[in-house]
């Protein structure tokens, strides 16, 4: 066959399996929940705010009581009653002082929390157990993690209204209970799941439920649930707690810390750029040059002075002098001191005391008086070899 019938049945081919495809393939499009991205992903009460600020309310979301209104409104999720106890009567002055405190079943140290509100939780399991100090309230193993069912209100303790009210994401086998007067009851088949009752001047609601956080807001009835739990009025300030989402450890060092990590990194950057392998020396190095001779008698006689090697120094001065003597004075060896130095002064423009002094120098430990006199004796040793020179020079 040629290549064109080749690609001719190829593409015939081809035809054939599309519309094959085509018959035993069905095409949908299907809905697809994305993750939350921004302030979403890091603010499980972000739904419920953006729900509260439409409705007039102001909110924001803490990770610690700071000073909110006296009549403002106090959402915790997450929270440990009794972690610090200077924290825990704060939250409690408040809300005796005429604050609304709204908390759900992710309680932490409830017994604690229970002897303050008057408020507890009960279950079939806990009727023989009152050894719950820090129990966790939620979602128990063995217990359906995600329920809808519809609650019935009741007001003021009294009769039970027909309006159905539709809660999700609650632990079936659980309710609540007070021994207080509740002024506000959501009841299901099992018992209440929601209370309010009067602290002082405020009210304490709680939810056996986690209805604010995530995407439960927008479950079930939970937008309206959180307007009655939160007795909520255009104006409020609706303070969102949780411990849970705290930011990092790196977060936190470098809001409160970021100075001193900038001037340690410039540090450590520098530290690392000095003891780091460089190219080249940092000073060129030097050629190697032979010295001159004076150069190394000078030298030879700065380390004799430096080393106590002063009356060395001095004794070769004075041996120099004699041998340059000697072939100009005869008999100089003969003479005493005072002889010689009249004999050299006659040859030289130094005077007889001062040549004497420099010959019988005694004191070997003035540094100064050891120049003098070395300088003295080579200078007239010098001037004794010129004058031979120039002599004989002109005797040629």
């Known amino acids: 066959m040629t290549p064109t019938r080749w690609l001719a049945l190829g593409g015939l081919v081809a035809v054939i399996l ?27 009460f972000y739904a419920m705010q953006r729900v509260a600020d439409a409705l007039g309310a102001r909110t924001s979301w803490e990770h610690a009581l700071g000073t909110p209104s006296p009549e403002g409104v106090v959402v915790l999720s997450a929270f440990h009653w ?7 009567a704060a939250v409690e002055r408040w809300v005796e002082a005429g604050g609304r405190l709204v908390v759900d079943d992710r309680l932490l140290s409830v017994r604690a929390f229970e002897l303050w509100s008057g408020i507890s939780w009960d279950s079939p399991a806990d009727e023989n157990d009152d050894e719950n100090d820090d129990k966790f309230i939620g979602p128990v193993d063995g217990r359906a993690p995600k329920l809808c069912r519809d609650l019935r ?31 506000w009851r959501l009841l299901d088949d099992d018992g209440p799941q929601a209370l309010r009752v009067r602290v002082g001047r405020g009210t304490v609601t709680v939810i056996n ?9 927008l479950a079930g009835e939970h937008a309206r649930l959180f307007v009655d739990a939160t007795q909520l009025r255009s104006g409020d300030e609706v303070h969102f707690i949780t411990e849970n989402e705290r930011p990092s450890l790196l977060a936190l060092i470098w809001r409160y810390g970021a100075p001193v990590v900038m001037l340690a990194a410039v540090w450590i950057a520098l530290a690392l750029w000095r003891g780091g392998q460089r190219f080249g020396p940092l000073v060129p190095p ?3 040059v032979r010295r001159s001779l ?24 004075a041996r120099a002098l004699d041998e340059a003597a000697q072939r100009r004075v005869s008999g100089f060896q003969a003479l005493d001191v005072d002889g010689r130095a009249a004999a050299l ?29 070395v300088s ?16 004989e020079h002109g005797t040629e």
């Open 209 to 217: 439920a986690s209805p604010f956080t995530g995407v439960e807001p």
């Open 153 to 183: 209100t009741a007001v003021d303790g009294g009769g039970l209204r027909r309006r159905r009210y539709r809660l999700c994401e609650y632990s079936d086998g659980t309710w609540l209970v007070t021994p207080k007067q509740a002024e």
């Open 82 to 88: 009794n972690l610090l106890p200077a924290r825990q």
């Open 294 to 317: 004076a150069e190394q008698i000078r030298g030879a006689g700065h380390f004799a002075l430096r080393s106590g090697a002063s009356e060395s120094l001095h004794r070769a001065a």
């Open 286 to 288: 030097t050629e190697p």
């Open 18 to 44: 599309v519309v094959v495809l085509a018959q035993f393939t069905e095409w949908r499009e299907t809905e697809q929940r994305l993750p939350p991205q921004g302030e979403a992903r890091r603010n499980p």
């Open 376 to 391: 003295v004796l080579e200078r007239a040793r010098r001037q004794l070899l010129t004058k031979q020179t120039g002599r």
């Open 345 to 373: 002064a006659r040859l030289t423009t130094f005077d007889v005391p001062t040549l004497a002094a420099a010959m019988t120098l005694v004191d070997f430990r003035n540094t100064n008086a050891i120049r003098s006199s």
